[in-house]
């Protein structure tokens, strides 16, 4: 039964640089673009009768808009916000989705992005109508933030405290005051965790998969017509 397993390095030398060439295309098309956009895009919105439920999805007719400190605190969780872009601030800091963990490493963060079990979302300031400031916790890989107009964030419910490593931070590089240090609001938990997400990893897959078999056949073509084309060079110049 050994004799009848595959062996790679039995292949010709062409067709193992093929395999090892498409590899690296498949892994980079796999890998490299944002899929968590496109699934996310591809989401269902939620309403409001099922929206205390789905934090982070897109929110549909009906869930509560809300416009300041006071009615998110009193509402709790199951609704969203609709404000200027401009209002939408990064803050640099990233707590873990699934795993109680945070950092303000963007490289820490882009290196666990492939992996649903440990990816990162970001807090973001939020200034509200009311001219109240919230700290919004976003999927900000898998929710597009324009640059301008007006966004509605994803469902979202307030969370307390912020950890004291993200306390520490946000109190070191920006001017936010007691109140608003003291709770967050998580518009990015529930998706990461639904069926609607671990759809990304169908998509990376197929992706590569796609990209894998027509770079192996296409290497695999342009190296036998390079190969030809120097036999034939070699055999016109033996002539002369």
């Not at 963060?109 to 440990?118: C, E, I, T």
């Not at 890989?141 to 966004?151: D, F, H, M, W, Y």
């Not at 997400?197 to 590569?208: D, E, L, P, S």
């Amino acid at each position: 039964m050994r004799g009848m397993g595959f062996n790679f390095y039995k292949l010709s030398n062409d067709i193992q640089f093929s395999v090892i060439v498409a590899l690296a295309f498949a892994v980079l098309a796999g890998f490299l673009p944002n899929y968590e956009r496109m699934v996310y895009s591809m989401t269902e919105p939620v309403e409001w009768f099922e929206a205390r439920n789905h934090t982070g999805f897109p929110a549909g007719d009906g869930v509560p808009e809300l416009e300041s400190g006071e009615e998110i605190l009193e509402e709790g969780k199951g609704f969203t916000l609709t404000v200027d872009a401009g209002a939408v601030k990064p803050l640099h800091f990233f707590l873990g989705l699934f795993e109680d963990t945070a950092t303000d490493s963007a490289l820490r963060r882009s290196l666990n992005r492939d992996d649903n079990k440990k990816v990162f979302g970001q807090l973001f300031s939020v200034e509200l109508e009311s001219g109240d400031t919230v700290i919004v916790l976003l999927d900000d890989q898998a929710v597009k933030l324009p640059r301008s107009g007006t966004v509605r964030l994803p469902i979202g419910e307030t969370k307390k405290p912020l950890s004291e490593d993200a306390i520490e931070y946000l109190t070191a590089k920006y001017d936010f005051s007691e109140d608003e240090l003291a709770y967050y609001i998580d518009m990015a938990g529930n998706w990461r965790k639904s069926s609607s997400a671990r759809r990304i990893v169908t998509v990376r897959i197929i992706a590569a998969m796609a990209v894998f078999v027509p770079v192996v056949i296409g290497t695999y073509l342009l190296i036998g017509r390079i190969e030809r084309k120097e036999r034939e060079r070699m055999q016109q110049e033996l002539k002369r």
